[in-house]
């Protein structure tokens, strides 16, 4: 079963770095940052089931958790800043806009 | 029982990233990457973790699944010509992905490399949450207040209003 937990959490290492390297949208980067903290959330999950301390990752898990949301809630304010001064959300357009 | 049950959110949870990363519509995405949140929480209840399951169902499939929909009818959608292109564009970006994915799979579950994952000790021999959070680690409380307070700072000084 650990096997089987592990190959998902590398799944989603997988899809969540495949997509951060090739999306151009400014949404869909922070899509992928929340997939990749999934995987995180479960291996720290999967590390406490290994190490008989469950109660330690949960606290840890709780604080990432917290992090997250904070971490979006400034970029979700950031990407509104950058669309109304730029009109895009395509990473290329906003660095090639000349002022 | 809970070890055969596992697989099937644990299964959920790949096919719903996928999803997530494959779709076009971004309200789509955004809730599938709710479902796949739901999915881990049943994952986290089935390993004995409660209490991180809950935060995960109301914080990561509620409260960023709110966020994300706000930003995206605040920000402008694409016109229908840049739409045209973009599915093009997504096709031939994406569709080595379930690939990759399928020979990750089977590399992990098949072939093994040097992977001998045990269960040391017994789930039982740990003292509960609630201890751990307040009287074994408060630091991360405070950490987490002041993360908190700098973020509600943040998202003030993003949206203030300039004086001209």
Redesign the interface.
């Given at each position: 079963m650990l096997v089987t937990c592990f190959t998902v959490v590398v799944l989603l290492y997988v899809i969540g770095f495949y997509y951060l390297v090739t999306t151009r949208n400014l949404i869909r980067i922070l899509i992928a940052l929340e997939v990749l903290t999934k995987g995180v959330t479960l291996t720290l999950i999967l590390a406490g089931k290994m190490t008989g301390q469950i109660a330690t990752t949960q606290s840890m898990v709780i604080t990432l958790i917290i992090i997250e949301v904070v971490i979006l809630a400034v970029a979700a304010g950031i990407i509104i800043g950058v669309v109304r001064h730029t009109g895009s959300l395509d990473v290329r357009k906003i660095f090639n806009k000349k002022e | 029982m809970t070890?055969i049950l596992?697989?099937i959110p644990?299964s959920l949870?790949?096919l719903f990233?996928?999803f997530?990363?494959m779709i076009r519509n971004?309200l789509k995405?955004?809730i599938s990457?709710a479902a796949?949140?739901a999915s881990?929480t049943i994952?986290?209840f089935m390993?004995?973790?409660p209490?991180?399951a809950v935060?995960?169902l109301s914080?990561?499939a509620g409260?960023?699944t709110v966020?994300?929909i706000?930003?995206?009818s605040?920000?402008?959608p694409l016109t229908p010509e840049e739409e045209i292109l973009e599915v093009r564009k997504r096709i031939n970006?994406?569709i080595y992905?379930p690939v990759?994915?399928i020979i990750?799979?089977l590399l992990?579950?098949f072939i093994?490399p040097g992977?001998n994952?045990?269960?040391?000790?017994?789930?039982?021999?740990?003292?509960?949450?609630q201890?751990?959070?307040w009287n074994?680690?408060p630091l991360?409380i405070l950490?987490?207040i002041i993360?908190?307070l700098?973020?509600v700072l943040?998202?003030v000084i993003?949206?203030k209003e300039s004086k001209k």
């Open positions: - | 070890n596992i697989y644990l949870l790949v990233a996928l997530t990363v971004l995405a955004v990457l796949a949140s881990l994952i986290m390993l004995n973790a209490l991180a935060f995960e914080v990561c409260l960023i966020i994300f706000s930003v995206i605040l920000t402008k970006r994406y992905l990759i994915v990750v799979a992990f579950l093994k992977l994952f045990s269960i040391n000790s017994s789930p039982t021999n740990d003292i509960n949450v201890d751990v959070i074994k680690r991360d950490g987490q993360i908190i700098a973020g943040g998202v993003l949206f």
